[in-house]
């Protein structure tokens, strides 16, 4: 399997936001653009010729910043923690990322130095001093409806997914909640924990994830494994049990869709747009 790339949902600011985050965080590159075709601007009503996705980098993790419209809007439920070696870093990423304080950036029980920032396109940030196993971890916030669910959560995902393992899991002595779980999917650092937040917030496909598969049979497996209706889906997206969206494709999804030649390109976007669960077979008429 692929590393497990992130997708952001925009209405039309992919390009921008993704230039915005190669400006501020090191090891960062802009990759891949691929255009909005006739069918696929048809089936989501964005101007053909725009921006659909850009592939872009930061930190050394992979993400996807996808022009989808206004359907989908980012929330807290799924946010970044970035290890920062030093205050001067901590402070220097805080400035530009930082239009909404969630948390102050202070001295905190659990760190030196946090805080938690909403950025100008909705990306939610957790700043925190001290360097980690990798630079940028999504978390995910169980909440509302979802509280209680965490630690079942945890083990769903590490049981579905290859390459998977605990690393730590820190819970309220009172309540039992996940304070803090850190988790390796497809080799990868994720962290899971619960708390409040706004009611309106929950898991959306205004974050995903995606993972590149070496096969057929590993599509079925993960799409069987994660889909919490193994019938339902879109394009190879699908919906877990507790709300978090995945895309399960093939390891040369960017390659395919970054087709040269245009008419190629409009008949793979055309049988991508029939299918629920990727078909590898019908890819390759």
Not at 43 to 62: D, H, K, L, Q, Y
Not at 94 to 104: A, G, Q, T, Y
Not at 115 to 128: A, K, P, S
Request: aromatic fraction near 10%; charge should be negative; include cysteine.
């Amino acid at each position: 399997m692929n590393d497990i790339q992130t997708c952001l949902w925009f209405d039309d600011q992919g390009e921008e936001a993704a230039t915005f985050y190669c400006s501020i965080f090191p090891d960062s590159r802009i990759g891949r653009t691929v255009a909005y075709g006739p069918s696929a601007s048809n089936a989501a009503g964005r101007p053909e010729g725009s921006v659909m996705t850009v592939e872009f980098t930061i930190g050394n993790r992979p993400f996807l910043a996808l022009n989808g419209g206004p359907h989908f809007r980012i929330d807290p439920s799924i946010s970044f923690v970035v290890g920062c070696e030093s205050e001067s870093e901590i402070k220097r990423l805080w400035k530009p990322l930082c239009h909404i304080v969630r948390m102050e950036l202070s001295s905190y029980p659990f760190a030196e130095t946090y805080g938690w920032c909403e950025d100008r396109f909705g990306v939610n940030w957790q700043l925190i001093l001290g360097s980690g196993r990798q630079k940028i971890s999504p978390a995910l916030l169980f909440s509302n409806k979802r509280f209680g669910k965490a630690e079942e959560a945890i083990g769903f995902y590490v049981d579905s997914v290859p390459n998977s393992r605990v690393l730590a899991m820190a819970k309220d002595e009172r309540t039992k909640a996940i304070l803090h779980g850190r988790i390796i999917l497809a080799g990868r650092e994720f962290v899971i924990f619960e708390g409040p937040q706004d009611p309106a917030s929950d898991f959306s496909p205004a974050v995903s994830f995606v993972l590149g598969c070496e096969s057929q049979e590993e599509i079925d497996t993960l799409w069987e494994r994660l889909s919490a209706d193994p019938d339902g889906g879109q394009c190879g997206w699908l919906t877990d049990r507790y709300g978090v969206s995945w895309q399960v494709v093939p390891k040369d999804w960017g390659t395919m869709l970054h087709e040269s030649d245009p008419d190629r390109r409009e008949r793979l976007m055309k049988a991508i747009l029939g299918m629920k669960k990727i078909d590898v077979a019908r890819l390759s008429k």
